[in-house]
């Protein structure tokens, strides 16, 4: 058996697995892989424990505290996710006593930092490094405009791009509940344009400090937050002038606040602040699941 935590960043939940030296997990992975057939298995919400994404935390070399490896809930392997990288720096943190710590992901290092709020739980503020607005750092399948995407599906149209170490599209709109998310969502997900397919967010933008997201995930469909999408719909919508570098993004499971720095130490970096959480811990038996 090994142990596992299921945490969440606002509803964004995650099965988590500790596989660094001298864990459970790293004394058995020849045994039992997490293989992406294991990980969408274990993912899934009716036969597995369920999660929106999956978690391994490996060793940390050169730097970095941890690193974090992240399966989407179809097994393929993302390379970042907001939410996750609070959540596993929280528990770092908590081990060394530090309030900063390095989280490595196959999209780079991310630094977290503990922010006390006085209210009984503290907020952790991620780097998510930079906006990458080039249509090849999305990646898209040709060369577009990012800020205009000459895509569309059903009410929506003319989205902004770009990455946040994942692929993201942001789509603008006068009325988020009137669209048919379920219905639109794995179309523009899969759309030709975007080779990795995409995160897809619809944004209604309420005041230019404060913004309405909702998100279909690459490979997780709509999740009740997604942190990578709320700093993307930020950086997209300031782009477009909707509003300013700094903002509230309000999801379903609830808000974070997102800032594009413009200068200084930094400038160009995504930051995300929000709050972390366990719901339960508990142990599996990977054996009883396919590799």
């Keep these: 058996m090994v142990p596992f935590r299921k945490m969440h ?3 964004n939940d995650f099965v988590v ?3 660094r030296k001298g864990s459970v997990l790293d004394a058995r992975r020849a045994a039992l892989p997490i293989t992406p057939a ?3 298995a274990i993912a899934d919400r009716r036969r597995g424990i369920g999660c929106d994404q999956f978690i391994v935390m490996e060793p940390g070399t050169d730097g ?5 490896r992240i399966r989407n809930p179809d097994g ?4 970042a996710c907001g939410n996750a990288t609070r959540c596993i720096a929280s528990l770092v943190a908590e081990e060394t006593g530090r309030d900063r710590v390095v989280v490595r992901t196959i999209a780079g290092d ?5 922010l006390p709020n006085g209210e009984g739980m503290d907020l952790w503020r991620a780097d998510m490094g930079p906006a990458r607005l080039g249509w090849r750092d999305v990646p898209l399948a040709r060369e577009v405009d990012t800020l205009h995407l000459p895509i569309g599906r059903g009410p929506v149209a003319d989205p902004a791009a770009c990455s946040m170490g994942n692929p993201h599209a942001t789509f603008f709109v006068p009325e988020l509940d009137a669209l048919p998310l379920a ?3 794995p179309a523009l997900e899969h759309d030709p344009i975007f080779p990795e397919r995409a995160n897809i967010g619809f944004v209604q933008v309420l005041t230019p400090e404060y913004i309405r997201l909702m998100v279909w995930e690459r490979g997780a469909g709509l999740t009740l937050a997604c942190g990578s999408g709320a700093c993307a ?3 997209n919508a300031a782009r477009r002038g909707l509003t300013g570098r700094r903002a509230t993004v309000s999801l379903p499971g609830g808000d974070l606040v997102i800032e594009w720095r413009e200068d200084g130490p930094g400038a160009g970096h995504v930051l995300m602040t929000g709050p972390v959480a366990t719901a339960f811990t508990g142990e599996i038996d990977l054996g009883a699941y396919p590799a």
């Design 64 to 68: 970095a505290d941890v690193f974090m």
């Design 17 to 19: 697995l500790d596989a």
């Design 183 to 185: 219905e639109i969502g």
């Design 9 to 11: 960043g606002l509803g």
């Design 233 to 235: 719909a930020l950086v």
């Design 76 to 79: 393929s392997e993302s390379g």
């Design 38 to 40: 294991r990980a969408a």
């Design 110 to 114: 991310l630094p977290v930092e503990r």
